[in-house]
Nanobody, 119 residues
């Protein structure tokens, strides 16, 4: 079964913090590069961060130094700690493999979790 369940989003003021979680099925998570993506209103979905199965991480430039991706291999869960949030971080955040796998029925995405940065 293919499953991705994101959670932890919400409304936060600029400069605030949120921690996102993503519970994935083993078929997606195990031994794979996992990552976070986001889609802002009116924009295409973009990649945010990647973590390898061994824990190495990479980030898009706009979040470097503010966001931290981590994973718990025992729980098939990936996290995104977001600090010093900015208005432009407002988006729906998704997790998935990096790159996303094309399954027999196409690409699979979870429902995402909404992050809104507003004063």
């Amino acid at each position: 079964q293919v499953q991705l369940v994101e959670s932890g989003g919400g409304l936060v003021q600029p400069g605030g913090s949120l921690r996102l979680s993503c519970a994935a099925s083993g078929s997606i998570f195990s031994n794979n590069f996992m990552g976070w993506y986001r889609q802002a209103p009116g924009k295409q979905r973009e990649w945010v961060a990647t973590i390898t199965s061994g824990g190495s991480t990479t980030y898009t430039d706009s979040v470097k130094g503010r966001f931290t991706i981590s994973r718990d291999n025992a729980k098939n869960t990936v996290y995104l700690q977001m600090n010093s949030l900015k208005f432009e971080d407002t988006a729906v955040y998704y997790c998935n493999q990096v790159p996303p796998k094309r399954w027999s029925a196409g690409y699979y995405w979870g429902q995402g979790t909404q992050v809104t940065v507003s004063a």
